[in-house]
């Protein structure tokens, strides 16, 4: 009797110790546990944010090249005109069409045309260097039977051998915008263009627009051509230079007379050899009549002037006094 206590103190003890083992090691699972999740968590966690950070870092420093004005891109980069465009001109009430500009989207680009001054092509893509160029720049109208039929933008970016151009053909509608777009050869695209602005029937006759002189003109050539006075071709040749001075086409008469006044280069060359030669020959004769008149013979010169054209020069085949023959050590 007197034990039992003891026993049951001894019981209490090892059931407590073994508790607070057992308590330990499930806190010490628990936090080992919860420690390996919470890792596990953060480093996924850091991934993600990592993986979200740099996608924004790579938007911020390689930004696409939509438009002509986007601010992150340096002037140097953005889209360059090889030429100016031409002044506006053709029916004054298309006019009204200057300084603005329509959009179309077709699959992965956007077209941007700016009558009277240019079409650009832009590639609707996240790629860093997503495409954009210009697809022409205005330069003259095409006519045919006293008709505006098209707008010629020329002079655009490169594609190979050649310059890309596009013809714009204007159609009747209700309302202005760009309605197609498309490349029936290569590097040479159609756009289509539909205004309310052309819908009236004589909209787009050329003889209209033209000045009070340049109208008179066209009647005298239109008479002249009537009376078989010129040839089909001498009458088109008329037309094309009323149309280039009332600025409808493109002039190339300036080209024309640079060339004339641009001296070939080979005759060039060939008339600087010809004064250099001509030169030689002077001096040459110079020190023959300085050794002629050293041994006392007596003779006539012609004058020679690098002024007198090659074909006035005379030349005789003997030196007067000179027979042939003269030993100049004897004398």
Same mark, same amino acid.
């Given at each position: 009797?007197?034990?039992?206590?003891?026993?049951?103190?001894?019981?209490?003890?090892?059931?407590?110790?073994?508790?607070?083992?057992?308590?330990?090691?499930?806190?010490?699972?628990?936090?080992?546990?919860?420690?390996?999740?919470?890792?596990?968590?953060?480093?996924? $966690?850091?991934?993600?944010?990592?993986? *979200?950070?740099?996608?924004?870092?790579?938007?911020?420093?390689?930004?696409?090249?939509?438009?002509?004005?986007?601010?992150?891109?340096?002037?140097?980069?953005?889209?360059?005109?090889?030429?100016?465009?031409?002044?506006?001109?053709?029916?004054?009430?298309?006019?009204?069409?200057?300084?603005?500009?329509?959009?179309?989207?077709? /699959?992965?680009?956007?077209?941007?045309?700016?009558?009277?001054?240019? #079409?650009?092509?832009?590639?609707? /893509?996240?790629?860093?260097?997503?495409?954009?160029?210009?697809?022409?720049?205005?330069?003259?109208?095409?006519?045919?039977?006293?008709?505006?039929?098209?707008?010629?933008?020329?002079?655009?970016?490169?594609? *190979?051998?050649?310059?890309?151009?596009?013809?714009?053909?204007?159609?009747?509608?209700?309302?202005?915008?760009?309605?197609?777009?498309?490349?029936?050869?290569?590097?040479?695209?159609?756009?289509?263009?539909?205004?309310?602005?052309?819908?009236?029937?004589?909209?787009?006759?050329?003889?209209?627009?033209?000045?009070?002189? $340049?109208?008179?003109?066209?009647?005298?050539?239109?008479?002249?051509?009537?009376?078989?006075?010129?040839?089909?071709?001498?009458?088109?040749?008329?037309?094309?230079?009323?149309?280039?001075?009332? *600025?409808?086409?493109?002039?190339?008469?300036?080209?024309?007379?640079?060339?004339?006044?641009?001296?070939?280069?080979?005759?060039?060359?060939?008339?600087?050899?010809?004064?250099?030669?001509?030169?030689?020959?002077?001096?040459?004769?110079?020190?023959?009549?300085?050794?002629?008149?050293?041994?006392? #013979?007596?003779?006539?010169?012609?004058?020679?002037?690098?002024?007198?054209?090659?074909?006035?020069?005379?030349?005789?085949?003997?030196?007067?006094?000179?027979?042939?023959?003269?030993?100049?050590?004897?004398?």
């Amino acid at each position: 009797m007197i034990l039992w206590p003891t026993v049951q103190e001894m019981i209490h003890e090892k059931i407590s110790f073994f508790s607070n083992i057992c308590q330990k090691m499930v806190t010490f699972v628990f936090v080992k546990m919860t420690y390996c999740l919470l890792t596990r968590w953060s480093f996924g $966690l850091f991934l993600l944010l990592s993986y *979200g950070f740099a996608g924004k870092m790579k938007i911020v420093e390689e930004p696409n090249t939509f438009g002509l004005n986007n601010p992150y891109i340096a002037q140097t980069n953005r889209l360059q005109a090889r030429v100016a465009p031409s002044p506006v001109s053709g029916p004054q009430h298309l006019h009204l069409l200057a300084g603005k500009c329509f959009s179309l989207m077709e /699959s992965t680009y956007r077209y941007e045309f700016c009558p009277f001054h240019n #079409i650009t092509q832009h590639e609707q /893509s996240i790629r860093w260097n997503a495409y954009s160029g210009i697809l022409g720049i205005w330069q003259e109208w095409e006519i045919e039977n006293n008709t505006f039929t098209g707008m010629w933008m020329r002079e655009g970016d490169a594609c *190979g051998a050649r310059n890309r151009e596009t013809k714009v053909i204007l159609v009747c509608s209700s309302s202005s915008k760009l309605a197609q777009v498309s490349e029936p050869s290569t590097c040479v695209y159609y756009l289509t263009f539909e205004t309310p602005l052309v819908c009236h029937p004589h909209s787009l006759l050329v003889y209209p627009t033209l000045a009070e002189a $340049l109208q008179k003109e066209w009647d005298e050539a239109e008479q002249a051509h009537y009376e078989e006075l010129v040839t089909d071709q001498g009458y088109n040749n008329l037309l094309r230079d009323i149309f280039e001075d009332a *600025g409808l086409l493109k002039s190339h008469k300036v080209n024309l007379e640079t060339t004339k006044t641009v001296p070939n280069s080979d005759t060039q060359n060939s008339l600087q050899k010809c004064t250099e030669d001509l030169e030689k020959q002077r001096v040459e004769i110079q020190r023959l009549q300085a050794l002629l008149t050293q041994h006392n #013979i007596s003779f006539e010169l012609q004058q020679i002037t690098t002024n007198d054209p090659p074909n006035d020069i005379q030349k005789d085949e003997h030196l007067r006094g000179d027979t042939g023959n003269v030993d100049l050590q004897q004398q």
